[in-house]
């Protein structure tokens, strides 16, 4: 079973602060992991995709992925009002010709101005 | 360039009802891939398909089906529906299958079934 865990927040911060996402997974066999934001009442957006160890920055948002450690973050910096959303996880897993998206369930981020 | 296209986007049915609903991709996407999304569960695979092919499917039961036409466009149907089966039904394209992962969603179909 592949899972990914996230803890559902909410997690509030203040207007300028870093937020700090968190994401878990279950199975080794997962190569990609994604970050997708969904506003209130509208779909899922995907804001980063991270393939290999390490740090990827794009703008104010940092992907940040450690295999050994199977775990995944979203760092947000600067946060604004506009970034209160539910942040999704997802891993990509890739076997047998085709592959599938897991998603975790979200965690709820609310920047307060 | 136009998004993915999902309708109907509400609707309402009765258990043991059926329902199809359909998504049309962004243009030039040849993969479409369903997930079914509540707030207990969160988003949840239902399957892709690819080329007219379904190309995998999650751990849903055989009441959902779907299929893929020439033109990319895609449908999905649930038979005998079950109150369990309230849910927000995404669709989502991508250029290609087993590509970046990158996903473009559509805003969704609502299905409420009393």
């Known amino acids: 079973q592949k899972e990914v865990e996230q803890n559902s927040g909410p997690l509030s911060v203040p207007e300028g602060a870093i937020a700090s996402l968190n994401c878990t997974y279950s199975d080794r066999g997962s190569q990609s992991f994604f970050w997708y934001r969904q506003y209130s009442g509208k779909s899922p957006e995907l804001i980063m995709s991270?393939?290999?160890?390490g740090d990827k920055e794009d703008g104010r948002f940092t992907a940040q992925l450690n295999k050994a450690s199977q775990y995944v973050s979203l760092l947000i910096r600067d946060s604004q009002p506009s970034d209160s959303a539910t942040y999704l996880c997802a891993g990509k897993y890739s076997g047998a010709g085709s592959y599938q998206l897991t998603f975790g369930k979200g965690t709820k981020l609310s920047v307060i101005p | 360039k136009a998004g993915v296209t999902q309708t109907p986007r509400y609707l309402i049915k009765t258990r043991g009802q059926q329902v199809t609903l359909s998504c049309s991709p962004i243009s030039g996407h040849r993969s479409v891939s369903w997930y079914q999304q509540t707030p207990g569960q969160g988003l949840q695979f239902l399957f892709e398909?690819?080329?007219?092919?379904?190309?995998n499917k999650g751990n849903f039961p055989g009441r959902f089906s779907g299929r893929q036409f020439s033109n990319s466009r895609s449908e999905m149907n649930v038979s005998t529906l079950e109150l369990g089966d309230s849910a927000l039904y995404l669709c989502?394209?991508?250029?290609?299958?087993?590509?970046?992962?990158?996903?473009?969603f559509g805003e969704g179909s609502r299905l409420t079934v009393l």
């Open positions: 991270i393939y290999s160890n």
């Open positions: 989502a394209s991508s250029l290609l299958t087993g590509s970046t992962g990158e996903l473009f």
């Open positions: 398909y690819f080329s007219e092919t379904q190309r």
